[in-house]
């Protein structure tokens, strides 16, 4: 059975509180990996400051334990870290922000 796009959507919803500051509704632990912007935050980014994306992408693995994955990407094109890289990307245009199921 496919489940519904609900469920792939509290799915998701757990992975970005996973990411940001958590939840205690839902019980998610957060690891301030992301937080979330204001429209007046929005305002005050540098100009020379760069804006990414975020992408949820669903599959299904019928070999994993959940067969019914969700991950969250972020545009690789757009990020520039200035410092060494410790993992080389092999020139893929996404970077996966790796959470713990």
């Known amino acids: 059975m496919i489940p ?13 509180e996973n990411l940001a500051q958590g939840d205690e509704v839902t019980g998610a632990k957060g690891t301030n990996s992301v937080f979330v912007m204001s429209h007046q935050d929005i305002k005050t ?3 020379n400051g760069v ?3 975020a ?3 669903v599959n299904f693995c019928p ?8 991950r969250i990407t972020a545009g690789g094109n757009l990020i520039d870290y200035p410092g060494e ?6 020139g893929r245009s996404d970077h996966f922000i790796n959470t713990m199921e």
């Open 4 to 16: 519904s796009h609900h469920y792939y959507f509290c799915r998701a919803q757990v992975k970005f």
């Open 45 to 47: 980014i540098p100009s």
């Open 51 to 53: 804006v990414t994306y």
């Open 55 to 57: 992408r949820i992408v």
């Open 63 to 70: 070999h994993k334990k959940d067969p019914n994955r969700v």
């Open 85 to 90: 890289l410790k993992t080389r990307t092999n």
